[in-house]
Each structure stands twice: as C-alpha cells, then as structure tokens.
C-alpha cells in the first residue's frame, strides 16, 4: 500500500521534526556570543525530505548520520540531516560503516554561537514548526508540550545540580574552616598558657617589673651616652616582646571568632542549598512524570499519522545502530567505575571513568556513563545511530591547553563539569538548534538524566547547542 502524497509529505515532517516543536523557538531571540569552548563541527542545516525505501542508518560524506523516518510501507521518506561545518573544516565522524575506521574524535576549541547562526538557526526551526503545524494540528500540539516540559524539567535538574553543587562547596569550606578554627584554638590555648606563667612569675618574685628596675638602675649608673643608648634599647626590647604577647593573643582571638562565624556561615549556605535542591528534585520528578505522559501521547500521534507498527521501526533502527557500534568495536559492556568525589577536577584517573557507548574513545563518571548508554538507544530508535560525541571528560591538562589557545572562551582550568565526568559536547545534528536531532534532545534526554544548560540555550550567555550535561 503507497501512501497519498500528502501523507508522504507529513511522514517526511513528522519523522525528521518530531520534537521539533519542543525548541518552543517562535517567541525566543538571539542570543550574542560569549565564551568557552565549543566543539569543531557545527551544523546549521536541516532536514530535508526525499523518498526512501527501507530504514537505514549510514554516516553521511559530512560525518552526520542519514536517518530514516518512521514509515507505514517501504515507501516512506527519509530525512536527512547534514552537519556543515562553520567555522573550521574538520568533521567528527558518527556511527561509523562497518568497512571505516573512525578517526580519534577532535577535541572542541570552538566557541559558543554568533548572533547570526543563532538566529539563522532558530529561522529554521521556526519555519519547521510552521510546516508541522499546517500538516497536522495534533501532533503539533503533542510536540509542542512534550517541548515545554523539556524546558521546564531541565531548568529543574539545572536548578537541582547548581543547588547540590553549592552545598558541597561550602560544605568543604566550613570543614576548612573548622579545621583552622581547631588550630587557632591550640594556639590561643598556649599563649594562654605563656601569659599566665609571665603573670604568675610577676605576682612572685617581681617577675618582668623587677627586670625594668634592675635596668633603670643600670641606666642611672652608666658611665657613657654609648652605653646608656644600648641599655635603653634593651629595656625597650623587653616591653617589646611581653606586649607582643598581649597583641598576639588579642588577635587570636578576633580570629577565632570570625572563622567560628564563616563555618556557621557556610553551615547555614549548606542547609538553604540542599533544601533547594530537595525542592527542585521532587519538582524535575513531578515534571519528568508528565514529560513521560507526552512522550506516549505523541508517539500515538506519530502511529495515528504514520500508519504501520512505529515500535516495530523503532526495533529495527536500534539494530542498526547497535550494529554500527559492534562494528566498531564500541561496545562497552558492564562498567563499574570507581568513587570519583575524592578525586581533583581533571584528575580522575581513567580506570575509575566508564566509556561510553557507541562513541569510541569517550569516557564519563560511571552512573552518567550508564545513563547515556540508554540516551543513545533511545536515540537511536529514532535516528539509526548512537548519539554523536565529540568531547566528554576533560582531563587538567586539557583544560590548561584549551585555557592557553582559547583564553576568553574556555572554562578556568579546574572548574569545568567536563572535568568531573558528567558533561559532553554532542554533534551530528544535535550541535544546532534547529535540527530534529537537536529537538528529540530536548524532549527526551532529561529522562536520561541529562540537560542543555539555560546558559548554553539560544538565550543564554552562551549558546552552544552541543553542550549536554549529567544531572544524575
């Protein structure tokens, strides 16, 4: 059985742009540039729909993956996202053909958008959105509020991680600062201890007083101006040292106190920082319910204009990309990984990170790395191929380079997520705003636990579109 030609057109539309809508970009402006680094290859072009016979996954000459759409008969259209690169030549390859052999993936130096690819993108994505919505109403809408649940449960888990990411912070500060006040309270304890002995030696035998009459004697008797200044420096020296005594301990003092107040201080920050992340986990909990609730919805909407069994298709695109990953030798089987929280920013050894699957040579923190291995295949049941990746975890001596080539773009050395393990930077269609790639991200990968930070938003201070993080 041929589908009409208007079905043709909207099996087109609805595969490629499902989730389309979920950018909700009609009302959002450009943003202008700022900094960090980006990855190298970043695309702006969209799907475009041309007819097909049967599902297949095959990385394109640009290094973005061809996808197919779901489809009633062997008939249906596949769109094609190709990723051109804008600002350097290179390309990172995604899934690869099972006769390739993927070259190491490029290492991002690029920085965030211009306003210009911004607003070119969300141009896009605008008129995607107006061609769904003219070729079928409901599942515009589905796409619609799958995509606005898609902003708000990621704000959630934003909010959630900056939350618990501030608590640790000053959880480690009042342990410093308990610890200096424990050190400030062993030295105030001994000059104590100094004062009470000179008071003790003074209360008996004359102590310090008694020197000052034996050297005001002295002086009375000298024989000479020369010695009479020698005899008077003296004596000035042994005010001296007893009145640095008083002045030390005073300070002591003062000091204690106020490292007493900041690890209260910091106490306190820890409390209000984990009572909003409390706040924001059951919120991005209730949200990602909902969000759960609107994937089913349009998925039914998908099947009701599609036709034909979309989880049988589904099945059989996963398979493809499982194969390309096989081929590949990307296969990461079980990964425990190791306790990184006692481990610096960038220095987390590599036994103690996890690879993820099918993006070779790509690690994360264990519980991300896991995470993303069900994203991919989620993905994949849309796509035919695992997610892109060109950069996941970042070692220090990463971020000193790219902090040397790129000064005003990358991340401080030491601060970066990328150098915890739970941030990457994604390509093959999802780098740029106004692709369907980029769209099923936003509907579907806070489900996985990861979320495109408002900062790196077409709004944001800087927008990158590649950069997804693990919220956990």
Avoid at 198 to 218: K, V
Wanted: glycine share 8%.
């Amino acid at each position: 059985m041929t589908l009409p030609l208007h079905r043709h057109r909207l099996a087109a539309v609805g595969a490629a742009l499902a989730g389309s809508l979920a950018l909700g970009l009609l009302s959002a402006g450009p943003a202008a540039a700022s900094t960090t680094a980006g990855p190298t290859s970043q695309a702006t072009a969209g799907p475009t729909a041309t007819g097909t016979a049967t599902p297949s996954a095959t990385p394109s000459a640009t290094g973005s993956p061809t996808s197919t759409a779901p489809t009633a008969t062997a008939t249906a259209p596949t769109a094609s996202p190709t990723a051109s690169p804008t600002s350097s030549p290179a390309t990172t390859t995604c899934g690869p053909s099972p006769t390739a052999t993927p070259a190491p993936p490029p290492v991002d130096e690029d920085g965030p958008l211009s306003r210009e690819e911004v607003a070119a993108q969300l141009a896009q994505a605008a008129a995607l959105q107006a061609q769904l919505a003219a070729t079928d109403a409901s599942l515009a809408a589905a796409t619609q509020q799958l995509g606005e649940l898609g902003r708000e449960v990621a704000a959630a888990m934003q909010a959630e991680t900056e939350a618990e990411q501030e608590e640790q912070t000053a959880r480690t500060e009042r342990a410093q600062q308990l610890a200096l006040l424990a050190n400030l309270r062993g030295r105030l304890s001994n000059q104590r201890d100094e004062l009470g002995a000179w008071a003790r030696d003074a209360y008996a035998t004359g102590g310090p007083m008694a020197t000052y009459e034996r050297w005001l004697d002295t002086v009375e008797h000298s024989g000479s101006t020369t010695q009479m200044g020698h005899d008077l420096a003296l004596l000035q020296q042994v005010g001296v040292i007893d009145a640095r005594r008083v002045q030390e301990l005073t300070a002591l003092a003062t000091l204690q106190q106020v490292t007493a107040s900041r690890a209260e201080s910091a106490a306190t920050r820890a409390v209000a920082a984990r009572t909003r992340a409390a706040a924001a986990a059951k919120q991005a909990k209730k949200l990602l319910a909902q969000q759960k609730l609107a994937i089913a919805e349009l998925e039914v909407q998908q099947a009701s204009v599609l036709g034909g069994d979309l989880s049988a298709q589904q099945q059989e695109r996963l398979k493809a990309a499982v194969a390309l990953v096989q081929a590949s030798g990307g296969t990461t089987g079980a990964c425990a990984g190791l306790d990184v929280s006692r481990f610096p920013n960038g220095s987390i050894p590599t036994a103690a990170l996890c690879p993820l699957w099918g993006a070779p040579g790509h690690r994360l923190r264990a519980d991300a790395a896991a995470a993303f291995e069900r994203l991919s295949k989620a993905y994949a049941k849309q796509f035919g191929t695992p997610v892109c990746v060109t950069d996941s975890y970042r070692t220090l001596a990463e971020q000193v380079r790219l902090a040397a080539v790129k000064p005003r773009l990358a991340a401080r050395p030491g601060t970066s997520n990328h150098g915890w393990g739970t941030a990457t930077d994604l390509c093959g269609g999802i780098q740029s705003f106004g692709t369907a790639q980029h769209a099923w991200m936003l509907g579907h990968a806070p489900l996985y636990g990861f979320f495109l930070p408002s900062w790196a938003g077409p709004t944001g201070s800087k927008p990158e579109p590649w950069h997804w993080e693990f919220a956990g």
